[in-house]
C-alpha cells in the first residue's frame, strides 16, 4: 500500500495511528507530500501521482494493493481493519453504533481545526474571523460532549483503542500542538486524563505532528 502523507496533518496521523495499532505500518509505503500553504485559500502546485491518482487531491489518499484509490482517512482506517481480521477498532454488530457516534464527534473537531488552519493562512485582514470563531465554537461545543462521555473512551493502557478514542486522541493532540488553538483542558479533566494516557501510547508518541515541509 501506498500512502500520501504530510506530518502535520491530523487525519493522516489517524491512519497511521491506526496502522501502528493493527501492527499494518510496515506494509505501507509513505509518499511525503508537500503542500505551500497556499493551500488553505488557492490551487497550489501538487505532488503529481496524487493528483493523476486522485481527483480529490486531498492527504491521506491510499492506493491499496489492488491499486484501488481511498480518498479519505474514515475510509482508510476501515480498510486497514479489513485486513487485521476486521473489527479490530469497531466492536462488530449494533455496538459500533457508540463507536460511530464518538468518531464523529471527534472527527468534526478535526474538520474544524483543519478549517481554522486554512483560513487562517490567509494574510490578516483577508481573513473571515467570524467563520474561525464559527469553527473554534463547534471545537468547544464537541470537546464538552468528549469530555462528558470520556468514560466511554477506551484510554486505559491495557486496552486496545477503537476508532473513536483514535480519532478523540488525535483531536486533542492537534489542540495541543498548534498554539493559536485554545487550551481543550481547561475544565476537561477526564478527557485531558484519558488524553494524557492514550497520548503515552507508541503508535500517537512515533507519530507527534511537525510543520509540512515547504520544499
Ligand atoms: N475528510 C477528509 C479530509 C482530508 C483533508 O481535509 N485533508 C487536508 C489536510 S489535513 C487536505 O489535504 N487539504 C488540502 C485541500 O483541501 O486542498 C479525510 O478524512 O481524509
Redesign the pocket.
Known sequence: MKLFW?PA????RKVMVSARELGLERDIEIIPTT?PHG?GYSQVPLNRELSDASPV????TLITDDGVILV???TICLHLDTLAGGNVLLPAGTAASRTWSLYGIA?AII?SQ?AIR?ESLRRAGARCESFIAKHAARIDRCFDVLESRATELECRPEQRPDLAMIAAGVACGYQDWRDWLVDFRVGRPRLAHCSDVFGARPSMQSTMPQETPQH
Open positions: 504530510t496533518s491530523p487525519f493522516t503542500w493551500w487531491a486531498r492527504i491521506p479519505d482517512s474514515t472527527d474538520e483543519i486554512a
